[in-house]
C-alpha cells in the first residue's frame, strides 16, 4: 500500500513523540524494523539457495537436464546474485586534499582533544575541501559487516566564516555524531537503508521478471515506514550531537556558529559568489584569487542590514519533514541559548582572528593558493565559453538600444532586451524595462516570471501574482514557477501557505504525466478531429513534403487528448510510394520517419505513422489510415 505525504507526516510526527517520551523503546523499533528487512531478504535467499540444491539434486539423481531445468536455475540465480552484490554496500571515498599532522598541527592537536572528550574513534583521514560545509563520513571497507574508515570533511570557506571557538563548536557537534554506542547503531541503520536503495536499483536494471516480483510487494510496504522511522532517528542525531558540542564547547560557542553559519552562508550565495560569476561580463579569464578575496570578505563581515535580514529569515522558518535537520530556532531553544525566544539575536561580529588562521597557521597561505588554483583551473574553459556568448548578448543588446531610440519594438525584441538588461547589467536596470513590457502585453509569460522571481529576491511579496501570470499560460511553466514561490514562502517561515503550491506543483506533475503517456502513442481507439491549421501553414508543409518522392499521400487531424486539449496533438499519416517489384520492408518505412522527424521544419509537435505498411505487418495503422481519410480537411497532399 503506498503512503501518502500526508501519512508519512503522521507517522513521523507520532515517532517523534514516542522518541521524546521513551528513547529506548523508539530504537528498539527501529533495529527490529531493521532486522525485518534483513530476516526477509535472507529468508527469500535461503529459499533460492533451497530451490537451487533441489534442482541440482534432481539433476543428479535423474542424470538429465533439459532447457526448463536450465531456465529454472536462471531464474533462480538471477535475484541471488543481485542480492549477494546488493548486500556488499560500496561508498565511493570523499574527495578532498588530505591534511596531514606536520602541517597544520594545531588543527590536528584539537581534534585529538575533542575525539578523546567524546569518546569518538580516530579519524583515518582529513580532508579539507572548498565547501561551506563540515561533516563525518564512515565508509565501511566491509559493506554490511562494517570495518569503518573514518573521514573528517573541513570546508576552507567555513573555516574562514568562523572564530576558532565557534569551528571547535561545529567540529565537536560532528563529531558527536560518532561518539559512543549509539554511533554504530546509526552508522548500521544507514547501511541499511543502502542495502535496501541498491537491491531496488538492481531489480529494477534487471530484465527478469520474476526477480522485481520477489521484492517489490514487500518493500512497497516496507519502505516509506523504515524511511519514516530512521528520519526520526536522524533527526534526534542532530540534537545528540549539539548536545554534545554544548558540553564540550558551550552553548554560547554553538548557538554562535549557527546564527554565523547562517547568515554567512547567505552572504556568499547571495552576494560574494554571484559578484564573482559576474565578472564575466567583462572578463576574458576567471579570477585568479577567488579564495584569497573570500577570505577577506568574510573577515570584513556582513552588513547590519543584510545580517538582520537574513538572522529574520532563518528565524522564521519552521522544522519540517524534508530536511532532517531541525530549524534553527528548534535548535537555539534545545541547547537552552538565552536570547533562544527573541526575534532578533546578537549578529556576528567581524573577526578579530578567523579559525583558519587560528588552526591552519602558516600553512593557510599555501592552502588558500592551491584553491584559487584549482577553482581558476576548473572554471577556464566554460568561463571563456560564457564570455564569448556575453560578449555577443551585448552586441545585440547595443543594436537593440539604438532601435528603441529611433522607434517601437517587436515584443519579442522589447522582451530579448529587457531579459537580457536584466541578466547583464543588473536587477535593477532591467525592472523598468520589464514593466514597460508588460504594460503593452500584459499576458507575457517570460516577462511575467522574471520580474517576479527578481521582487521575490528583494523580499517583495508583490512578485507572487507576476508569477501566477507567468503560470496560467503555458501548464509547463506551472512547476517552476511553483518551486520558486514555494521556495520563497519557505524561506519566509509561512510554511502552510507554501505547502499550497508543494501540492499544486505535485499534481501538475501527475497531470502532466499522463499527458505525455497519451501522447506517445496512436491506436485505432482513438478520436480524430480536424486539424483546423491556416491554408499558409498547410502549404509550406505540402512544399516541404514535395521533396520526399517517397511520400505518396500525406493525412493531418488532431488526436482528441483528455489532458491540456488546448495543446493540440497533430498525427499525420503518410501513405509510402513503393515500386511493384521492390519489397517492402519496416526499416524502409522506418528510415522514411526518421528521416521526416529530423528534416521536416514546422512549429507544431506532430506524431506520424505509415498507414499503408508491408502486408506482412499489423492491420492496425491501417484502420488509423482509415480514420484519418474520414476527417474533413484531412488529405492535405498528394503527390
Known sequence: MAVTQQQFDALIQRLENLARRQPG???LRVGLLALLGY???????????????????AVFSTGRINFYMVKLGILILVPMLIILQSLWVTFPPPTGLELHRHQVPRLFQLIDKLTKALDAPQFHRILLTGDFNAGVFQR???????????????????????????LSAVLAHEIGHLSGNHSRFNAWIYRVRQTYFQILQSLQGSDEQGASVLFQGFFKWYAPFFSAYSFVLARMNEYEADRCAKEIAGA???????????IKSKFLEGCFWPGVLNQVNHQAEPPAATFTTMSGALAAGVS??????????????????????????????????????????????????????????????????????????????????????????????RELERKAEKG????????????????????????????ELLANHPAHAGANYLLGQILLEQDDATGIPHIEKAMSGDPHNVIPCCETIYCWLKEQGKLEEAKVYQERAEKHYEMMFRAQQERSFVIEKDQFAPHNLPPAAVRDLCQQLSGYPQVKEAYLAQKVVKYFPEQRFYVMGIAVRRAWYKLAGSDDDAKL????????????????LIVNPASNESGARKKIGKKLRKIEGAAIYKY
Open 252 to 262: 554560547q560557542n554553538m548557538a554562535e556558529a549557527l546564527i554565523a553559519v547562517e
Open 140 to 166: 565501511p571497507r566491509l559493506g554490511v559487516f562494517g570495518w569503518q574508515q573514518n573521514y573528517l570533511l573541513l570546508g576552507l570557506p567555513l573555516m574562514q566564516a568562523l572564530s576558532p571557538a565557534q
Open 593 to 608: 520517419l526518421n528521416k521526416l522527424a529530423a528534416e521536416l521544419k514546422w512549429p507544431e509537435h506532430v506524431y506520424m
Open 25 to 27: 523503546r523508539y530504537k
Open 39 to 57: 530476516a526477509y531478504i535472507f529468508c527469500v535467499l535461503a529459499g533460492l539457495l533451497a530451490v537451487l540444491a533441489l534442482l541440482v539434486l
Open 408 to 435: 517601437q519594438l517587436t515584443e519579442e525584441e522589447a522582451w530579448n532586451r529587457a531579459h537580457w538588461t536584466a541578466e547583464l547589467k543588473g536587477s535593477e536596470v532591467g525592472i523598468p524595462l520589464l514593466r
Open 304 to 397: 547590519h542590514e543584510d545580517a538582520a535580514k537574513w538572522q529574520e529569515q532563518a528565524l522564521a522558518q519552521k522544522t519540517s519533514n524534508e530536511d532532517t535537520h531541525p530549524c534553527l530556532a528548534d535548535r537555539l531553544s534545545a541547547l537552552g541559548y538565552p536570547a533562544a525566544g527573541r526575534k532578533k539575536l546578537p549578529l556576528p561580529v567581524p573577526l578579530e582572528i578567523s579559525a583558519a588562521q587560528q588552526y591552519l597557521g602558516n600553512f593557510l597561505t599555501k592552502l588558500t593558493a592551491y584553491f584559487d588554483r584549482s577553482w581558476k583551473e576548473r572554471n577556464e574553459t566554460p568561463w571563456r565559453q560564457k564570455y564569448a556568448s556575453v560578449q555577443e548578448l551585448l552586441k545585440q543588446l
